[in-house]
């Protein structure tokens, strides 16, 4: 299915969940902060919350800054 | 040490903090040297940003360097707006941060100037929603006091526009905002050297925020701690009460003479 992450289109396979994907897939830590469709996505969702096709994910993380 | 010293805590947010002074995480050659940084310059309080991860170039998450006990500032840097700054406030405290947040809403991209109309709002809106909030602010006292009133926990305004190791340009208009405003003023952003962070403390600042001048330096770890005494220093001084300046000298010696009479 396809969605976008961060603004560009993205493949992924169908019933993935965000932990799944974030975590799991994409070694990010629990830091890491998601904006799904607008709104932001709890740490606690991750696990329950399953990929829909057309999602609009952003994901943040901190960097050094003043 | 004195009971004066033993009894200077720096309240802020609901925490008593023993550091006053605030280091920055950006610049560094490494993340593998912030937390030595962070130790040298007995900071408890550390600010960071947030961006979208980069896919292509991916960076370590700055949190994984920085100890339970810090206090994490997460800045809105980037944002043009009010309603982007609370966006990325927001984010922030979703990512479990915690409550803090430096406000930075920055349009002009060669001085980086705060634009505190934007600053206001956008402290109005987090203080209602629980935050801590810190904003980054041009120094004048209509602004500050509105931050005040809006629910501000501390007034950060520039003492040199940001990055540029000027020093304490803003320094009137910064001793105006001590004198008038009952809220924390920390000097953050322009400051260079040590001397310089010592003066905004003499003066009665409330602590100070520094970043480029310890990043940027040869020894970033030596400079880190030259910033601890210097804030130490300059904390004392001000508790200490400076004497008055005057125009022509006052002996400090005996006026007496030595070897001819009176």
Known sequence: MKLFVNGEPVELE???????????????????VVERNGEILNKGRWPETVLQEGDRLEVFQFLGGG | M???QTEDVFLIGGKALTSRLLVGTGKFSSHEIVPKVIEESGSQVVTMALRRVDWKNPQENILNYLSKETVLLPNTSGARTAEEAVRIARLARAAGCGDWVKIEVVQDQRYLLPDNYETVKATEILAKEGFVVLPYMSPDLG?????ADAGAAAVMPLGAPIGSNRGLKTRELVRILIEEISLPIIVDAGIGRPSEAAEAMEMGAAAV???????TAADPLQM??????AVEAGRLAYLSGPGARREQAEASS???GFLREG
């Open chain 1, 14 to 32: 169908n019933g993935l969940t965000i932990l799944q994907w974030i975590q799991e897939g994409k070694g990010l830590s629990a830091t890491a």
């Open chain 2, 2 to 4: 004195s009971t004066t």
């Open chain 2, 143 to 147: 602004t500050a006091r509105r931050l």
């Open chain 2, 209 to 215: 925020l520094v970043n480029t001048a310890i990043a």
């Open chain 2, 224 to 229: 880190a701690r030259a910033f601890r005494l």
């Open chain 2, 254 to 256: 005996p006026l007496t």
